[in-house]
């Protein structure tokens, strides 16, 4: 195992050595006194928040309006828009047994909404 072993440095030359003036001089740093008794303010470090009053509620629709609108929803809506909605149980269950069939599928509780739902997509009730 090679062991690494240091140069000894040469001596400087005199040359190369540079003395300044003030080489021992060391001087004490400045130090201010505290201003006597001056009362400052204390700053303020909260963040201030703007408040808010809450606001007063609407005016409730007369009654008669939401009735109205309500009916007029119920009256729009048919069977065929929402998917969910049974039609005929007997008819719907029939249907997703043939969809089943032709599908290739086990109707069983896990399949059986699923077979409901082609059925009413496919128009078979």
Do not use: H, Y
Not at 94 to 101: H, L, P, S
Not at 120 to 125: C, E, N, Y
Request: no cysteine.
């Amino acid at each position: 195992m090679a062991r690494r072993t240091r140069k000894e440095t040469e001596p400087a030359i005199a040359e190369d050595v540079v003395i300044t003036p003030e080489e021992g001089k060391i001087e004490a740093p400045k130090v201010e006194e505290p201003k006597a008794a001056v009362a400052e303010k204390p700053v303020n470090i909260e963040k201030e928040t703007p408040s808010s009053e809450p606001e007063p509620a609407k005016k409730a629709a007369p009654k008669e309006k939401i009735q109205t609108d309500v009916r007029q929803k119920l009256a729009k809506k048919s069977a065929d828009e929402d998917a969910f909605v049974p039609a005929n149980p007997v008819a719907l269950e029939k249907a997703a047994e043939q969809v089943a069939k032709e599908e290739g599928f086990e109707l069983n509780r896990g399949t059986s909404v699923g077979a409901r739902l082609m059925a009413r997509a496919q128009k078979r009730v």
